[in-house]
């Protein structure tokens, strides 16, 4: 069973930057996509980004494209998401998670193992 736990969340202004990690624990990443989600406040929990094994693929939510960054490091089990530009709209409480290989799926249901959370809040 892998274990996930998300860190780097936090306060930020809007426009500014903020980087998210997640270490894995149970088990090598490297068998899994893996991906972040985030859910707002009475919204349902929503796609952000996701990466292939290798790295060589990641897919992004339109609303990120241009401005978020996945990526990964098998040696070490840890994926991190690099939030730049962030605005208002993304605050939320980001999630990460691992999912069977093939290719990166933007919904839930198709992931494994879930962290628990860290909140990210951007002020205007």
């Known amino acids: 069973q892998v274990q996930l736990v998300e860190s780097g969340g936090g306060l930020v202004q809007a426009g500014g930057s903020l980087r998210l990690s997640c270490a894995a624990s149970?088990?090598?990443?490297?068998?899994?996509?893996m991906a972040w989600f985030r859910q707002a406040p009475g919204k349902e929990r929503e796609f952000v980004a996701g990466?292939?094994?290798?790295?060589?693929?990641?897919d992004y939510a339109d609303s990120v494209k241009g401005r978020f960054t996945i990526s990964r490091d098998n040696a070490v089990n840890l994926v991190y998401l690099q939030m730049n530009g962030l605005l208002p709209e993304d605050t939320a409480v980001y999630y990460c998670?691992?999912?069977?290989?093939?290719?990166?799926?933007?919904?839930?249901?198709?992931?494994?193992?879930w962290g628990q959370g860290t909140q990210v809040t951007v002020s205007s």
């Open positions: 149970g088990g090598a990443i490297s068998f899994y996509i």
């Open positions: 990466i292939s094994r290798s790295g060589a693929k990641r």
């Open positions: 998670a691992a999912g069977p290989d093939g290719f990166v799926r933007s919904y839930s249901s198709a992931y494994y193992y």
